[in-house]
């Protein structure tokens, strides 16, 4: 399965389990806690690229962003948040639609 198309299937029920801002660090920490092995296997079929990680967040992000409207969500300014290997880096910030 494509990312976009595992994204389209499960994004509403990940972000119903979200505090109502959240940022993409915590989304991303949320579908690995409900869909650990889709996401190694996402991870993997990025092995030719340099920066397996960035490259498969980076799409998350994109997505999130891209499809604000059908996930009732809007986006906030950026913040720094701890990554999936433990360091800060810059992210985006969201917040449900009431």
Not at 13 to 18: G, V
């Amino acid at each position: 399965m494509k990312l976009q198309d595992f994204l389209n299937a499960n994004s509403e029920e990940l972000i119903s389990k979200m505090n109502d801002d959240f940022d993409t660090h915590e989304f991303i920490n949320q579908l690995i806690i409900c869909h650990e092995i889709e996401y190694v296997k996402f991870l993997y079929s990025n092995l030719e690229v340099k920066g397996i990680f960035r490259a498969v967040h980076s799409q998350i992000g994109r997505y999130l962003s891209n499809n604000q409207k059908e996930l009732s969500i809007i986006k906030l300014d950026t913040q720094k948040s701890d990554n999936i290997k433990d360091y800060e880096s810059e992210n985006q910030k969201w917040r449900k639609k009431s």
